[in-house]
């Protein structure tokens, strides 16, 4: 009997000792189980955390870029504005400048026209016409007309100078101004002055006037 007994309670041990472990295997199993679910969210919210982050960036660089386009054109329809204004005041002061050259030299129209008046000086003037007659219609008229040609172009010289400066005075504070352009008119307008000073007293006679037939 005793034998039996000492049976039956090792029997009963080793059960209850088996149920212990098959109670600690599932609670290690749980364990586990809760790691890796705690695991698994914790890399889902990384993910998500990423995704997010890439999405931010992505929207801060669609946003600069956008910023950057509207800067783009911004700068171009400026730029559209302002342009008009400074090329057209260099090209004016240019025209300028080079009217009152041609003013000085008397230019090929000016040589034109004087010898078109000498041809038909010559031709309204008779072999029996008196020096002074002679010397007027073939010479004087053709000084003359050289010298009307050359103040035209001195007085367009003058004008153009003087617009490109006057709209160099009024344009507004927030666009550009170029230096070159008001130094070009400058010259433009003394060119013409002197070209138109010299075309007058050469029309008028009182510079390099006609010899006397005496």
């Known amino acids: ?51 997010e982050a890439e999405e931010a960036a ?10 950057a386009v509207k800067a783009v054109k911004a700068g171009t329809r ?14 004016g002061a240019v025209v300028s400048a080079a009217l009152g050259l041609v003013s000085l030299s008397g ?28 010397l007027k219609e073939v010479y004087g008229d053709s000084w003359h007309t050289t010298a009307l040609w050359a103040g035209l172009f001195a007085l367009a010289a003058l004008v153009t100078g003087v617009v490109v400066l006057a ?14 352009s008001r130094s070009v008119a400058w010259a433009g307008v003394s060119l013409g002055v002197i070209g138109l000073l010299l075309a007058v007293l050469k029309y008028s006679d009182a510079l390099l006037g006609l010899p006397s037939a005496g």
């Open 1 to 51: 009997m005793p034998r039996m007994a000492t049976k039956t309670e090792e029997g009963a041990e080793a059960v209850t000792e088996a149920r212990t472990d098959g109670t600690t295997a599932e609670a290690g199993t749980a364990e586990q189980r809760e790691e890796r679910a705690a695991e698994r969210r914790t890399a889902g919210e990384g993910a998500a955390e990423a995704e």
């Open 58 to 67: 992505e929207a801060a660089e669609a946003a600069e870029a956008a910023e």
């Open 78 to 91: 400026d730029g559209d504005d302002t342009a008009p204004s400074g090329v057209g005041q260099g090209a």
């Open 107 to 134: 230019g090929w129209i000016g040589t034109l026209a004087g010898a078109r008046e000498q041809l038909v000086g010559q031709l309204r003037t008779s072999t029996s016409a008196s020096v002074a007659t002679q």
């Open 167 to 180: 709209r160099s005075a009024f344009t507004a504070p927030g666009r550009p101004k170029a230096a070159w």
